[in-house]
């Protein structure tokens, strides 16, 4: 089998990663990659979904895997399926699910899926005059457009909502993604994520895990893309994840195939865990970066055959098999990330920390002379798996100091929730 992956980021070397493993597979593709990734794939630098199409085609690839969103949001699922030719993702309808807040706050209220009370703005004097008439704050205010996971502010005052509210709705932040806004209650409680494989009526859970959103530790600073991920996470029990299922998934799977957009691929829940139960702090239509990076490696299956079961409406419980491990995922950010970041800065130590025995998932790095070089705000991911969430976490971190360029940063708080979660159940 052919495939065929979209995208440059951590993710994607992770996708790339696991599918090279699979026993079906025998050539695999990414557009257009990066430098990284060529231990796993062929990089095909092209740009343009007619160009992606046409290359699918000439190579006659079986199987083609959206990394990030745009992609999916801007209908390239419907070409493929046009052409008859499997795409792991959901249609352009059906990824309006991440596309739009909004839209998906709608769908959630309509068939009852637990999620916070919230209104939808696009008039700023509408939107300040809700905000005058609350009394109780933080407050969520959230982009309604895509902002690359960085589009959601609480504010901790009604100075700070209305100026946000200003912000989104004149275009000022987010690229213009917060030109209608979501405005929600604010949610006590802890957050997980839970990505699941969906072929439009079944739906197959992954492994829980927690990404850690902040640049600092303590979920101190502004939100980030992403700056870790451990699998599995403690707070989704066995039965906190059964609820998750039926209360959740289950159900906007089965309300957007009533709707007429069956979902296909993989689908996100951004969840938080309060005293009244699970609730949905948003969905996503693909893969999250970087809970990929530590879900991925704990994944004991045939991930391509697995994804062609989604496209194909044939998905099963029993081919999506799980180790019995755990994993840490530390992201390396450049300086000034997540406002802005540096590049040029030589890496090095990526391969000591590989003899570390850590996986090491390209993001944001380039190829030069020979030596890899910082590229983007996100730079690496190091990732180890081992029996225990502590040990885990002691060996990514090994494996983090042994990398460093100029400027890098990072967390040094990635699990602790998880072993605190462990050491009270003790």
Request: proline share 4%; glycine share 10%; aromatic share 8%.
């Amino acid at each position: 089998m052919k495939v065929l992956v979209i995208g440059s980021g951590g993710r994607e070397h992770a996708l790339l990663w696991k599918l090279s493993q699979s026993p079906s597979v025998t050539d695999v593709y990414v557009v257009p990659g990066n430098d990284g990734m060529s231990d796993v794939a062929s990089l095909i630098p092209i740009k343009g979904n007619e160009d992606i199409i046409d290359f699918a085609r000439l190579m006659q690839v079986d199987l083609t895997v959206a990394g990030p969103e745009t992609v999916l949001t801007e209908g390239l699922a419907d070409e493929f399926e046009k052409r008859g030719m499997a795409f792991f993702g959901p249609s352009k309808a059906a990824a309006r699910i991440e596309g739009s807040k909004g839209f998906a706050k709608a769908l959630m209220k309509k068939y009852g899926i637990p999620t916070a009370a919230y209104e939808t703005f696009d008039d700023e004097e509408k939107a300040i005059a809700y905000l005058k008439a609350n009394d109780t704050y933080p407050i969520v205010i959230k982009a309604d457009g895509l902002a690359s996971g960085k589009g959601v502010i609480i504010a901790q005052s009604e100075e700070e909502a209305i100026d946000t509210v200003k912000d989104m709705l004149e275009g000022h932040t987010f690229s213009g993604a917060g030109r209608s806004v979501v405005i929600e209650e604010f949610m006590e409680g802890e957050e997980a994520s839970m990505l699941c494989f969906c072929d439009g009526t079944n739906v197959v859970p992954m492994i829980s895990s927690q990404d850690h959103k902040r640049i600092f530790d303590f979920d101190k600073g502004p939100n980030t893309g992403g700056m870790g991920a451990y699998a599995p996470a403690p707070v989704m029990t066995k039965k906190m994840c059964e609820e998750v299922n039926v209360r959740i998934l289950r159900p906007i799977v089965a309300a957007m195939k009533k709707e007429g957009y069956p979902f296909k691929g993989c689908l996100y829940a951004g969840l938080m865990i309060t005293s009244e139960g699970p609730k949905v702090v948003e969905f996503n239509c693909r893969f999250g970066d970087p809970e990929t990076e530590a879900v991925l490696p704990l994944f004991d299956g045939d991930l391509a055959r697995v994804m062609l079961d989604c496209v194909h409406g044939t998905l099963s419980d029993e081919a999506v098999v799980w180790k019995k491990a755990c994993a840490v995922d530390v992201v390396l950010a450049s300086e000034g990330y997540p406002a802005s970041h540096s590049s040029g800065e030589v890496i090095s130590g990526i391969e000591d920390a590989k003899k570390a025995g850590c996986l090491v998932f390209h993001a944001g790095t380039v190829k030069k002379n020979g030596q890899y070089v910082v590229n983007g705000g996100r730079v690496l991911n190091v990732v180890a798996l081992a029996d225990t969430l502590a040990e885990a976490k002691a060996k990514a971190y090994e494996g983090v100091s042994r990398i460093s360029w100029r400027g890098m940063q990072y967390r040094h708080d990635i699990a602790d929730k998880g072993l605190l979660h462990l050491e009270t159940k003790k």
